[in-house]
């Protein structure tokens, strides 16, 4: 075959009108000079095209920190503004001569759903939305069945025919939620966790021991059945919360600075490092390494579960907390511009709404938000 | 005067995400999530540039090649349909792209000799079961020549996608062996991930 053959055969396959013989050979080919090669990137070479790549493609990236410039800085930098302003005003005139103007619409964001993500003892990921046929989804061994009911909701039921094996060890699964996402699960003792967005819980498919232990990263509010011969654990970062039978919010994400857990009914022990507090209902504990101890304070509980009932709730709320929120929840960034530290929010609205309209329920007090893509600029 | 970016933590999020398997990863990026497609260009960028650089020679055509693959997944995330492992999605598409770059009168000189050789002397038919098979044997090959610091972390990243009991076939162990090893190995090669992490992912 010549070049020119070659090239029609190329070309051919371009368009997409290769035989399914010539196809093979050009794979063949492939395959054939790719398992040859033996050109090989250097660590430093795949790190800068790595990096070349990052600022090409519209990935999420870190949060930018942009910080108010001095006064004098400022003066300089309208002076420098005047003079490209008047070269981009001569400049853009000559551009709308030859291209058609593009105006890009502004793009609703969307609120999360029910979304979750469950991995079995043996490793396999299940998309849980993806489920239609609401019964049994998955076995554990002969003991456990993992059903979903009408709702969506994850249920463990254990076969009371099945030999309980005394001395066998938990086999573990996780629940987990991307962003944007929520999800609710009955555990085998029946205990109920609401598990909000980016958060993820594991749990024992059946509770052996004298124990009840389940571990948490991010945010859920749990309904523990009684059982006063097994405790309940909680177990997060830096703490553990032991409990009887009650109903508390566990708010423990990774990112943020302080564990808050908030008691509804009954009464739950918090412990972190070799300190322990007792809480009442309405009270909520506030540890973090910075605090070094455990904080206790009066809240109100609604503020603190209003995620569970598809609600955003805040009761005297920096923003800081208020934009992690909504980045969760919507699978946005947020950059801040100027000094907007000391604003408050009070009130709420619903979660099933798209971005836009959260937003303006929270311009009533005092701050702008500007929308560029999935990044929300914040400013005074 | 100073300001202070409270955002969440990527590398928080992106840890969430990297627990989750291909298949998953590729369910979230049908619904828009920004962070699943991040996740699957930091677990495939380095592998496929690799890969188009074999074949190309020349690191900012590999470059222009991959950055077209992961534009296009995003431009239509909506609509992608993958047959099979996302890995041999993602290298047929690295493929498709190459080839269409060599069908260039500049371009197409460079390959014209080994092409034509190939097809005339060691060319043997074979069905798209068995390319498949040398399409997953390349992978595997790239992947084991990656630099050790990188292997790990893509390795750790796949391996969480296999369950325990493909995982022991492979190593021929009984389940339950496998799942306290598996847990063992991958327990240590998180703690390694987190301090690497910081080294040269972020």
Excluded: C
């Amino acid at each position: 075959m010549n070049k020119t053959e070659i090239l029609a055969l190329l070309q051919k396959h371009s368009e997409g009108t290769l035989s399914d013989t010539d196809k093979d050979k050009l794979d063949a080919w492939y395959l054939h000079k790719a398992s040859n090669s033996n050109r090989q990137l250097s660590e430093y070479e795949l790190e800068d095209s790595y990096e070349h790549l990052r600022s090409k493609l519209p990935l999420y990236s870190e949060p930018k920190v942009i910080s108010l410039w001095p006064r004098v800085a400022v003066a300089a930098s309208i002076a420098l503004l005047l003079g490209a302003g008047l070269f981009y005003f001569t400049k853009s005139k000559e551009q709308q001569l030859q291209l058609p103007q593009v105006v890009e619409k502004p793009q609703e964001i969307a609120p999360g759903g029910n979304r979750g993500i469950l991995t079995l003892s043996n490793g396999k990921q299940i998309v849980l939305s993806d489920i239609s046929a609401k019964d049994t989804i998955a076995n554990e061994g002969d003991e456990v069945t993992i059903k979903m009911d009408a709702n969506g909701v994850i249920t463990y039921v254990i076969n009371p025919n099945a030999d309980i094996p005394a001395d066998d060890a938990n086999s573990f699964n996780t629940l987990s939620t991307p962003t944007g996402g929520q999800y609710n699960i009955v555990l085998a003792d029946g205990t109920k966790v609401y598990l909000n967005t980016v958060s993820s819980i594991k749990y024992p498919t059946r509770f052996n021991g004298d124990q009840r232990v389940v571990e948490l990263d991010g945010e859920a509010y749990f309904e523990v059945a009684k059982n006063k011969e097994k405790p309940f654990i909680v177990k997060s970062e830096n703490q553990a919360i032991e409990v009887l039978g009650t109903h508390f919010n566990v708010h423990a994400y990774d990112n943020e600075p302080i564990v808050k857990t908030t008691l509804l009914e009954g009464s739950v022990a918090i412990t972190y490092k070799n300190q322990k507090a007792v809480l009442k209902p309405g009270q909520q504990s506030n540890v973090s390494d910075k605090l070094n101890r455990i904080a206790i304070r009066q809240v109100d509980t609604e503020a603190a579960i209003a995620w569970k009932n598809g609600r955003f709730k805040f009761d005297n709320a920096d923003l800081k907390s208020v934009m992690k929120q909504l980045e969760r929840w919507y699978g946005i960034k947020v950059e801040y511009r100027g000094d907007v530290s000391d604003v408050r929010f009070n009130g709420g609205t619903f979660m099933n709404k798209n971005l836009s309209e959260v937003l303006k329920v929270l311009e009533l007090s005092n701050i702008k938000f500007k929308v560029e893509g999935k990044t929300i600029i914040v400013y005074p | 005067m100073t300001n202070i970016a409270f955002g969440l933590s990527p590398l928080y999020i992106m840890s969430v995400y990297s627990k989750y398997a291909d298949h998953i990863l590729l369910n979230l990026l049908k619904e828009d999530d920004q962070l699943a497609y991040t996740e699957i260009f930091e677990r495939y960028s380095r592998i496929l540039v690799n890969h188009a650089y074999k074949m190309l020679g020349n690191p900012d055509e590999a470059n222009d090649v991959v950055q077209e693959v992961f534009l296009y997944i995003w431009n239509k995330r909506y609509e992608l349909t993958v047959v099979g492992s996302l890995s041999a999605y993602l290298y047929k598409a690295v493929k498709n792209r190459i080839l269409n770059h060599i069908a260039h009168e500049k371009v197409v000189s460079r390959y014209a000799d080994s092409i034509s050789n190939f097809i005339e002397h060691d060319y043997v038919v074979a069905d798209s079961n068995l390319r498949e098979k040398e399409l997953e044997a390349i992978i595997e090959k790239e992947v084991a020549l990656l630099p050790a610091k990188m292997r790990e972390v893509f390795l750790l990243r796949k391996v969480e996608e296999l369950s325990y009991d493909e995982i022991a076939l492979q190593l021929n162990i009984t389940d339950k062996t496998a799942k306290q090893q598996v847990y063992n190995s991958l327990k240590i090669l998180r703690e390694k991930l987190k301090s690497l992490m910081n080294v040269f992912i972020w």
